[in-house]
DNA sequence: CCAAAAGTGTTCCGTCTACACCCATGG
DNA sequence: CCATGGGTGTAGACGGAACACTTTTGG
């Protein structure tokens, strides 16, 4: 029954994790020096082969989950990566995705566990095979999609405070952002409540702090920052 | 030395195309029946395997040669399908491309040999497999970019009318648009040129017919329509 | 002569941008 | 008491949206 399809070649398919955090008011990625052949010691992301019992998204988050220990991360298709050689050891098309988590919420021992590094994305090294053009591709998605979807919240703690936000957007889009217009636009935005709480920690007067209403974003899911 | 590798499993890879077309001021795709099991009868989409020796763009550019007859086609690729049941016969990975083309270019002779059907994407049926996430997914992006990247220019023919280009991104955002707003923006775009040639095919009065200038457009590749 | 599509400007309104000072507190 | 980051309003520029009539000509 399956004839037709037995003529045809058969690959390896891997997933590749572009995973983005926010520290030091900056964005950055997590990468590691490869331990394998081929390009041993080479920078590179991480990833996994996808196996036969799970789906392209199971297996990016089953390397997610082994990565960071964290499940429901936020996680995005940002392609497929096909050229013949871009693997030097056999053929293997890589779909790449791109995650964002709070590096807050991220056990820094698994990190060392794996020898990573949060690599701000403005010195990137070169990486293994075609992992900087992946890169390139997850920054450019993020940047087209941050002003029309919630996903600065992804790289923040669950409360935070305005300046947290504003700098996530500065990050990104490696720009600078006016206060008092990027507040003025905030209080626009019904999804970003404002809690009786207030961060003492990082201001000596106090900044107070706010939350993401996953409920009442998807009541309506539009906005433009 | 690919011990590593030898552990994990391979899977057939697959190209699934969406062509777009611009007809009867619609926007439609090409679709057909198909002629093998599985879902032999069903409305898919036309694709094509992988092969050993060519990357996912050279097979994408393979099959849309063979389905169209025309090469340098703009292409993108929309995003990998890799649910496990996805095809009924066997796992494949399928690779999804969204391809713009001017219809009179398109030799209809070819439609028929492959038996194909230009549908509008208002009246979609139900198409194989996962195919109406593929091609919802194309529309989208094409909503999202056709503000931002010049590819209305190539659903359209290299000579077109105002009205003509109006219409494209009616189809395509499926809105009405303002026609003198429209035309004040057009006369802002350098990159969008008006001949000394006139159309009087579809207008008793005539129309002034413009061109895409691809060096002009490279030249300062920003705009905002 | 009339139907059908081409072509053309102005006004209004809302949105974005630029810009500077006072406040609260911990050390 | 002062250094540090938090918090606030206004005016001018700009860009987008609404809106109607004249022109040309093939049939």
């Not at 196996?51 to 297996?59: H, I, K, R, T, V």
Request: proline share 3%.
């Amino acid at each position: 029954m399956n004839g037709f399809y037995n003529e045809h070649s058969k690959v390896l398919v891997s997933v590749d994790c572009i995973v983005f955090g926010f520290d030091e008011d900056k964005l950055k990625i997590l990468i590691g020096k490869r331990k394998m052949d081929p390009g041993r010691d080479e920078w590179s992301l991480y990833g996994g082969f996808v196996g036969a019992e799970e789906s392209l998204d199971d297996a990016a988050n089953r390397v997610l989950l082994k990565l960071t220990g964290l499940k429901k991360i936020y996680m995005k298709q940002v392609g497929a990566y096909g050229k013949i050689d871009r693997d030097p050891g056999e053929r293997v098309i890589s779909i790449a995705y791109c995650a964002l988590i709070n590096v807050k919420d991220y056990d820094d021992s698994l990190r060392e566990q794996h020898d990573l590094e949060w690599t701000s994305i403005k010195n990137l090294p070169k990486l293994y095979s075609d992992h900087n053009i992946m890169v390139n591709n997850a920054i450019k998605m993020l940047r087209r999609r941050i002003n029309t979807e919630p996903l600065s919240f992804n790289l923040l703690p669950e409360l935070f405070t305005l300046t947290q936000l504003q700098h996530v957007y500065e990050a990104v889009l490696d720009t600078e952002i006016d206060k008092r217009n990027f507040r003025k636009k905030i209080k626009d935005i019904d999804f970003i409540e404002k809690t009786e709480l207030i961060d003492k920690i990082t201001s000596k007067r106090g900044a107070a702090l706010y939350r993401f209403n996953k409920r009442v974003y998807e009541d309506d899911p539009t906005f433009k920052l």
